[in-house]
């Protein structure tokens, strides 16, 4: 294992990012893993829809050593954002407004991303050898789920979300790239057998197959990513969510007792907490703009949030006036 090892161990590693407040860290090795190759398909299959970022970083997404050239392995972490709230699929109102649980808090870019620099900055002062490193929190041109499956962080679920075995997958993952020859871990096993139970609960039949998603139907990319107006085809199935998803997961076994984190960055913010339609387009531009300081949420800023407001009280209408 060389020098590197011998002086900070992989294990060294782990015990530090666990101090920093991370749930779990694993390390794969910077290999051609072929799961890698079934990007371009998906690209190619126009799965990604409108996210033309995915397309232009391809070339570097297909193998982490496009991206640090020296790249031995793979540091990957786990954070659990899950919090102490009912699941969507427990709520049977559809004037609640359905925002995904990842989004509650504060931005993980800024939380994880302090973390991770932390775990750098230890690695570097503890080496005595000057390393190549680059840290990443779902910014960076890599397929994080890939190497959290091979740093034996879980498998990757038919629902395509990386599930750990005790945790879960309400995980955020994040990653520092190195040349560093660090003893790595074994990949995760699949473990979802025969279920198919996320498959069946999507609402727009998004997972169109085991671990293949088709973004242009999901409502995690039509109420957050995609730009413009939500296709009147796929209103229905926006439901109440007006930011993100998170059926597919809530559905999922090994979410049934999912622990929950304490850490204050991931708690519901007030304006978000269990807060009905009606009350979130009443509010005005300004106390928008101040909860979505430092939120994730504020990647579709006030205006997409107001679009997916408007077509989830257009779904609480139809199903009132079907009730009625
Ligand atoms: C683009 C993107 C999206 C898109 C597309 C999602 C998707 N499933 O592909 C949209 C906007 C829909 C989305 C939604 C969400 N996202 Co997102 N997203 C990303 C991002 C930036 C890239 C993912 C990507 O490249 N997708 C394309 C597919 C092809 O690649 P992949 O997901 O890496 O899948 C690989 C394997 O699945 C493998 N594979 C697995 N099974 C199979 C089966 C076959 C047959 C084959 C051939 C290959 C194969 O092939 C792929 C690699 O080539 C990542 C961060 C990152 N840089 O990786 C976050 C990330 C995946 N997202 C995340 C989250 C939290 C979400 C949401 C839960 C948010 C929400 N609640 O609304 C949802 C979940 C929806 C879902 N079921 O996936 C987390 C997932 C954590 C986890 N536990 O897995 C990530 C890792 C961000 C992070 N750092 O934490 N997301
Ligand atoms: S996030 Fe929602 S819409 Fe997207 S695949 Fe999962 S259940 Fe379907």
């Known amino acids: 294992m060389g020098d590197y090892a011998a002086r900070m161990t992989s294990a060294d590693i782990k015990a530090r990012a666990r101090a920093l407040g991370f749930d779990a860290c694993g390390i794969a090795p910077a290999a051609a893993h072929p799961e890698l190759a079934f990007f371009r398909e998906w690209l190619d299959r126009g ?43 427990e709520c049977a109102d559809p004037s609640r407004a359905q925002i995904a649980r990842y989004a509650w808090g504060d931005d993980y870019h800024d939380v994880i991303g302090e ?57 955020f993952l994040a990653e520092i790239i190195c040349s560093l020859p660090l003893e790595v871990d074994a990949p995760s096993l699949d473990q979802c057998g025969t279920c198919a139970l996320c498959i069946e609960a999507c609402p727009t039949g998004a997972i169109v197959g085991p671990g293949v998603l088709d973004s242009t139907r999901c409502v995690s990319y039509l109420t957050i990513e995609l730009r413009g107006d939500i296709p009147a085809e796929h209103h229905g199935g926006v439901g109440s969510h007006v930011y993100g998803c998170d059926i597919c997961q809530e559905v999922c076994p090994w979410n049934a007792t999912a622990p929950r984190s304490a850490d204050p960055a991931w ?8 807060v009905d339609l009606l009350t979130l387009a009443g509010r005005t531009d300004d106390e928008l703009a101040a909860a979505l300081r430092g939120s994730p949420m504020r990647r ?8 997916n407001i408007a077509v989830a009280r257009e779904n609480a209408q139809s199903t009132a006036d079907t009730d009625g």
Request: charged share 25%.
């Open 115 to 171: 973390r991770l620099e932390r775990l750098l900055a230890w690695m570097r002062a503890r080496s005595s050898e000057p390393f190549d490193a680059r840290a990443y929190v779902d910014t960076g041109p890599v397929q994080e789920r890939v190497y959290a499956q091979h740093a034996g962080l879980g498998w990757i679920g038919k629902n395509t979300c990386v599930i750990h075995p005790a945790l879960g997958s309400w995980i």
């Open 267 to 274: 708690q519901p913010r007030p304006a978000w907490d269990r």
């Open 300 to 307: 579709t800023k006030a205006q997409g949030l107001r679009r």
């Open 47 to 89: 799965y990604a829809g409108e996210m033309a970022y995915l397309q232009r970083s391809a070339d570097r997404r297909a193998d982490v050593r496009n991206v640090v050239p020296t790249a031995r392995t793979v540091i990957v972490t786990a954070t659990v954002y899950n919090t102490n709230r009912p699941y969507s699929v």
